[in-house]
């Protein structure tokens, strides 16, 4: 009955209080035990002993005195300081953890820190507050390639515990990994930390879904073009790809998440952008003649050359130039596929927002939600890493969909076809 449920909501309630009470109660004590064992109340300098124990690796996470643009006494902190010196870049910028990161570029055949910003015209001091919620600073580079944002001191701890196992992780699958690949770390002159990373959407959707696999509080408003999970379920979404790349999607996201679940990082999600086109058959019986056709095994061919949309062109910007096919970039960039409805779908996706760890922060917060009895986002994580594939399997990459999806591939007929003519009213209306 209802008075049951609202007697059970009250209780979960009550006990999260109280264990939030108790755990606050803990944390004060293990504070004062551990500034005890550091010497810290003896007045003797900290020790820097990891940050994270079980997360793959000691930090060399240190922090100094150093005199820069915050003003005397302002702090720094030292990031990969025992796995090789930090670098000098442009306009006094600092170049951290380059021994590590510099192996991802290579395998991604990516420029350096320096050239990303020069060669994009970009000012770290023109960075806009993103919309999400950390308020983080972020980036779009001209070219599309890259996103450069800001980093919390608590993203910076995360990474530096598990920078090895990361970039061993993501150069080892530099084919198919879904993670957001971490190209630099750069350190600017009034101390703020930023992270150069791969944009997942080099082509702009009407609408960009945020997916975790949790589905409370997990639904955005009404005319937002940012989505998340309950909206995806709500309005039916799936992603159209051939049933071999969804086999070797799934196998990359169960390495990458359990990967994230071994080094105890949560909130994850992955960011999708997708189009959708139907096309008037042809080629067929009483079917007019093709000009652009793109064809399903069983399907039969559907015509592209026609407008069909305000985005329709950026699929053959994606594949083509100058009327010629693009080679393809190193690693999983976006999928395009047909169905045997002959509907074209054209998606990119990648796993981002890697740093968050279950740390006691994310354990209060676990217990204050009820995390014990409900599926809040925030979760311990191996329970975060199933239930994020459990989503993926069932909800964005179903099997049914992809059993009649075959690729969407790009011919020099096909770039200098796509999108060519006007629809019969788009035209009236030009000539109007």
């Known amino acids: 009955s209802s008075e049951t449920l609202r007697f059970l909501d009250q209780a979960i309630a009550s006990f999260a209080m109280l264990c939030l009470a108790i755990a606050a109660l803990l944390t004060q004590s293990a504070v004062a035990i551990r500034k005890n064992a550091e010497g810290e109340d003896l007045g003797l300098p900290p020790s820097h002993g990891p940050w994270y124990g079980d997360l793959g690796g000691t930090s060399q996470l240190q922090t100094h005195q150093w005199h820069g643009a915050n003003g005397m006494g302002a ?54 507050e993103s919309a999400g919620k950390s308020g983080a600073q972020m980036i779009f580079s001209k070219d599309k390639k890259y996103i450069i944002k800001t980093m919390a001191e608590r993203d910076l701890k995360a990474l530096e515990s598990v920078i090895n196992l990361y970039v061993s992780h993501i150069v080892g699958h530099s084919s198919t990994s879904e993670m957001m690949r971490l190209y630099a770390i750069i350190e600017d002159p009034q101390g703020g930390f930023w992270t150069i990373g791969n944009n997942w959407l080099p082509v702009s959707f009407p609408i960009v879904w945020d997916l975790k696999g949790s589905r409370v509080g997990r639904e955005s408003p009404k005319h937002s073009r940012s989505k998340k999970d309950k909206d995806w379920l709500k309005e039916s979404k799936a992603l159209a790809v051939p049933a071999d790349q969804r086999t070797s999607i799934l196998q990359a996201l169960e390495s990458d998440s359990e990967l ?3 080094s105890k990082l949560i909130d994850y999600s992955l ?61 999983h960039t976006c999928v395009g596929g047909i169905t045997s409805g002959l509907q074209i779908y054209f998606q990119c996706f990648g796993i981002i927002d890697l740093l968050k760890p279950f740390d006691l922060k994310s354990r209060l917060e676990y217990t204050s939600k009820g995390g014990f009895a409900r599926q809040v986002s925030v979760q311990p994580s191996g329970a975060y890493a199933r239930r994020f594939r459990d989503f993926m399997q069932r909800h964005v990459f179903p099997k049914k969909l992809a059993e009649t999806t075959a690729p969407l591939i790009f ?20 000539e109007g």
């Open 75 to 128: 702090q720094r902190l030292a990031l990969c300081e025992g796995l090789g010196a930090a670098m000098q870049g442009m306009k006094g910028h600092i170049l951290h953890c380059e021994a590590q990161l510099s192996k991802i570029r290579k395998a991604f055949e990516v420029p350096d820190a320096d050239e990303i910003l020069k060669s994009n015209s970009i000012d770290l001091a023109e960075a806009e």
């Open 260 to 262: 994230l679940a071994r």
């Open 271 to 331: 960011i999708v952008g997708q189009l959708k086109y139907d096309l008037q058959a042809c080629d067929g019986p009483n079917q007019p003649r093709c000009v652009a056709p793109v064809c399903h095994p069983q399907g039969g061919c559907g015509e592209t050359a026609y407008a069909l949309g305000a985005n329709f062109d950026d699929i053959k910007k994606f594949y083509c130039s100058k009327g010629s096919v693009k080679e393809p970039e190193p690693g």
């Open 411 to 430: 011919s020099p007929e096909l770039c200098r076809g796509w999108g060519r003519r006007p629809l019969p009213w788009q035209f009236f209306d030009r």
